[in-house]
Nanobody, 124 residues
Framework: QVHLVQSGGGLVQAGGSLRVSCTASGDTPNYYTIAWFRQAPGKDREFVGVFRWSGSRTDYADSVKGRFTISRDNAKSTVYLQMNSLKYEDTAVYYC?????????????????WGQGTQVTVSS
């Protein structure tokens, strides 16, 4: 079992930056793949990016590529989503998710564990 606790988020102006974090506990993160999803009101949860702890492999959705970056802090067992050049369209609840001994995936059903979500609001 792994528990994911998120922090960060908030309100930011368009063009600004924000960082959200996802801290894993209860199990070593070495065997997990961590992904970021987001969900805007009335819309399906969509893939943002993914990070495989072992090997530090990352992939991003086209909508955020070049603006968002996933990184990690091994000492804190934390994965970060750094969001730069934010747009109004980025406004959503952001979730981190994990799958055990799995490869990277952009599908929500591939992930077994989820953080509580954190609101990111971008003002236009």
């Amino acid at each position: 079992q792994v528990h994911l606790v998120q922090s960060g988020g908030g309100l930011v102006q368009a063009g600004g930056s924000l960082r959200v974090s996802c801290t894993a506990s209860g199990d070593t993160p070495n065997y997990y793949t961590i992904a970021w999803f987001r969900q805007a009101p009335g819309k399906d949860r969509e893939f943002v990016g993914v990070f495989r702890w072992s090997g530090s492999r990352t992939d991003y959705a086209d909508s955020v590529k070049g603006r968002f970056t996933i990184s990690r802090d091994n000492a804190k067992s934390t994965v970060y989503l750094q969001m730069n050049s934010l747009k109004y369209e980025d406004t959503a609840v952001y979730y981190c998710a994990a799958r055990y001994l799995g490869d990277t995936s952009s599908t929500t059903l591939a992930y077994d564990y989820w953080g509580q979500g954190t609101q990111v609001t971008v003002s236009s």
